[in-house]
């Protein structure tokens, strides 16, 4: 058993902060939150284990439910071009090059640090076509301490010949990386299926993908109504469906296991409704949807509708990894939509993205990103002294974390209970 | 004279960078350029003056064109309203305080303190409606070194009775400030005539306002056509003008001398063929814009019609002091507009915002922002190696400079050729 003394802060519930000033969190032995407390039962052996944080503050972890670990290179790099144009001229090069395991572990070896430093406990990631590269990423987050879903890439069409994978590919490989991790992680970092996105998987391979993922149960992950160009194109090529979304559903790919949708800025109607029913993820991905001129997605008509929704950096669409930056971007694209619906869409509070944040993203992997009894003890303790400078309340200093704050704050990260050194870069 | 050798950067025209690797910039001993040298004229006596930088980049420095000093206690703060109640719940209160002047000390030092930190080395500023406070950021900026238009604000109806002053007092305030610039200053640190905005100011003050301006010479700054509610209101307030730009020129404050003009996000027509016609500035404040949910300034268009365009914080409704945040979200404003007006206006490109950052506002303080001969040196020397890990170009690093770096990165401030050391804090 552990117990943390400092100024706690999360959110049970989006609308509200818990905020317990010099308050206690004891975390047992398998790395689970025991509880939360103002003061410490009357208990000597209690309080002789109190590590004291003194005037510091301790939040949950951040969680990117949508990442390119091979963008990673790209990233604050060729923001010139919309979504097609820009995976044709920038992302689909790059991500060729981690046919080189070498060079694979060289740059995933940032990446995970990256992640690390920016408080990131646990990410969805994407990786590419190649199954040794992808390997690689996943012993990386082994090494590290840190969950992830790594994502084996599917695409056998409408991308460059030197990066498509076949169908048997993306199976075999799934496969392997399935029976790696079942032998090596300790339930952490995990599989997930990931086509990239209808337009770049046949018929055949998303049939397979939908069969494998009843078959094991994994989660998925893709992209889904992002820009008008590709939801266009969805369409010439799945004729037979009414909405984008329809085409995953129609392959067992959109919440007949858990699923995450990057994305979702035009989802509304028939794809909104599927999504609820279905229970799938929206991630949102404000900074990268500006980057590409994208859209904004009504994520306030989303929360209303009891839709799941998470957040992602989405690098290197997304030019940063901070989530500090996600969640500025997420409260201003709201902003955005609430002034040009003229006020139909409230935007969303500082308590709502740090949810998201947190326990939004948190909950696809189980119970994450909180510190209720039970949950996973996934922590960041920040010192914001530098900018409690005047007499700031606490609801004021974490707002001003987000908002003025980076990685430099973050003095001890946890995962799972554990203390997180920092990887070797 | 002095020589620095270093990787430089900086844009004479919108369109392109001009990159000069390990090039030499030679500063004579009046702290202006004499020249940029790929290789230096052949003189044994400029070699052995080099100071060479390595591998660093030397770019010039920013310049903040708009900001609002005593806001700074609420940087990341309060960001849940939109402008006219965000300006009287959260704004006016703070700057209330600043009758105090030993509050003021104490603040308007961190204030300058963070503008040398993030690399802007000149900026103007509003302070608040008290002299003597004002004095004492005009004398913060002399100590520092940096350059400053320093604002006494002008307001004295629809704002608090604390928060009032009278015509008399702006217009004896405003000739004692410049009084005090004119023996105590370098000539960096000057007056510049500050109406808050018309909904602020009476026919009488606007009227003394113009004709101080038109007496002195000395420049103008105030808010345009920032959101949709305001400008109503100005049409009420002002029914004989035909757009809220024409209540600010009847009374001389709109070109008549050199004029900034905050926000423009609904700057159109008559209003924009006005501030063409006179060369008044914009001051393009992205971030501000999308955090009270005002609008997304059509820069492209000003840009096409030969407006002069500057950047601005505009600190504490921007969160963050940062210049580099503000280009980043110049880019992807114009993004959002590039989308909604289906391409037709182009968006911004990593030159064209970098120009606005240096030149584009430097402008306005005479030969500021480019090292072209003649320009006064005011320059950063930003190391940016840990972004710098694969074979990246110039441009490229350049670019992720602007996207991923921070504060942390400059090594060395310049301004009018002198190094700044750090400013008491």
Chains 1, 2 share one sequence.
């Not at 490989?173 to 998987?201: N, Q, W, Y």
């Not at 992602?312 to 709201?334: C, N």
Request: aromatic share 10%; charged share 20%; with cysteine.
């Amino acid at each position: 058993m552990k117990i943390y003394r400092a100024n706690i802060i999360y959110t049970p519930t989006p609308g509200k902060l818990e905020i317990i000033p010099h308050g206690y969190v004891v975390v047992k032995s398998n790395g689970l939150v025991e509880g939360v407390y103002k003061e410490l039962p009357e208990n000597m052996d209690w309080r002789r284990q109190v590590m004291d944080f003194g005037d510091k503050l301790l939040i949950p972890a951040f969680n990117d439910l949508h990442v390119h670990a091979p963008q990673y290179r790209n990233m604050g790099l060729a923001l010139d071009l919309e979504l097609l144009p820009w995976l044709n001229t920038y992302t689909f090069p790059e991500e060729t090059k981690y046919a080189d395991p070498e060079y694979a572990r060289r740059l995933y070896r940032r990446f995970v640090h990256e992640l690390w430093m920016q408080g990131t406990m646990r990410s969805a990631v994407f990786a590419t076509i190649h199954p040794e590269a992808t390997r690689i990423l996943a012993d990386l987050f082994i090494q590290a301490g840190m969950g992830a879903m790594v994502g084996l890439v599917g695409m056998n069409r409408n991308s460059p010949d030197t990066l498509q994978n076949t169908t048997d590919e993306v199976i075999e490989g799934m496969k392997m990386l399935k029976a790696h991790l079942d032998e090596h992680g300790d339930g952490r970092v995990m599989p997930i299926i990931t086509p990239r996105f209808v337009p770049s998987c046949s018929e055949k391979m998303l049939t397979a993908l939908g069969e494998y993922a009843k078959e094991t149960g994994l989660p998925v992950q893709s992209h889904l109504s992002e820009n008008r160009s590709e939801i266009s194109w969805v369409h010439e090529l799945e004729p037979d469906t009414t909405c984008y979304g329809g085409a995953y559903d129609k392959y067992g790919l959109f919440g007949q296991t858990p699923t995450l949708m990057a994305h979702c800025c035009y989802t509304d109607g028939e794809e909104m409704e599927l999504m609820r029913k279905n229970g799938v993820y929206v991630v949102h991905c404000p900074m990268s949807n500006s980057n590409l001129s994208s859209g904004m997605a009504p994520i306030r008509k989303f929360l209303n509708a009891g839709i799941p929704v998470a957040l992602g950096t989405d690098v290197s669409a997304g030019h940063h990894m901070s989530m500090l930056r996600v969640m500025q971007y997420a409260i201003q694209v709201s902003k955005l939509n609430y002034a040009q619906t003229k006020g139909e869409m409230p935007f969303l509070s500082l308590s709502e993205v740090f949810y998201l944040a947190t326990k939004g993203g948190g909950s696809f992997f189980g119970q994450v990103g909180s510190f209720e009894p039970g949950y996973e003890f996934d922590a960041l303790l920040v010192d914001d002294s530098y900018l409690n400078y005047d007499n700031y309340t606490l609801e004021q200093r974490l707002e001003r974390y987000i908002y003025l704050g980076d990685d430099r704050d973050i003095k001890r990260r946890f995962c799972r209970g554990v203390e997180l050194t920092e990887p070797v870069m």
